[in-house]
């Protein structure tokens, strides 16, 4: 089930952020993650975060800042492939009237997953701070 977090939750989301970033970004240094993990947990709390919990337990959540950008999509890598991704975008689909994200171009999963949730690239563009090729997107409603 789809809900807003609960900050007792911070601690085991940022875990999931942690984690999938690494696992997700090989093509990324780790240690580019590890340094912006206090930085993006003091700065998760003012975002809109909605988190997939089954039997309390946090399966991945996304994150919402200015009202309709993604700034992030995260499942734990044991939960991935179930549709939790899915579910958590068309939550945010029936909230937000306009939504877009910035991917990695190297990171081909995500690449392929936005594809197949009607996104639609706006432009390419370098990530200042990795100096690796993003695609902004936005979701282009059926």
């Known amino acids: 089930m789809v809900k807003k977090l609960n900050l ?5 989301v940022m875990k999931i952020w942690l ?7 090989n093509f990324i240094p780790k240690e580019y993650w590890i340094n912006n993990f206090n930085l993006v ?3 998760l709390p003012s975002a809109d975060i ?3 919990d089954e039997n309390n337990v946090i399966k991945g959540f996304i994150g919402i800042i200015e009202s309709g950008y993604i700034a992030g999509l995260f499942i734990r890598k044991n939960y991935q492939r179930e549709g939790i991704g899915k579910k958590l975008l068309e939550y945010c689909e029936s909230k937000y009237p306009y939504i877009t994200l910035d991917v990695f171009v190297k990171n081909k999963n995500a690449l392929n997953f936005y594809y197949k949730n009607n996104f639609k690239v706006l432009r390419k563009h370098i990530n200042e701070e990795t100096n690796e090729f993003e695609y902004t997107m936005c979701l282009s409603k059926k």
């Open 8 to 12: 007792n939750q911070l601690d085991e």
């Open 19 to 25: 984690d999938t970033n690494i696992d997700a970004h």
């Open 41 to 43: 947990k003091q700065m």
């Open 50 to 52: 909605y988190v997939f």
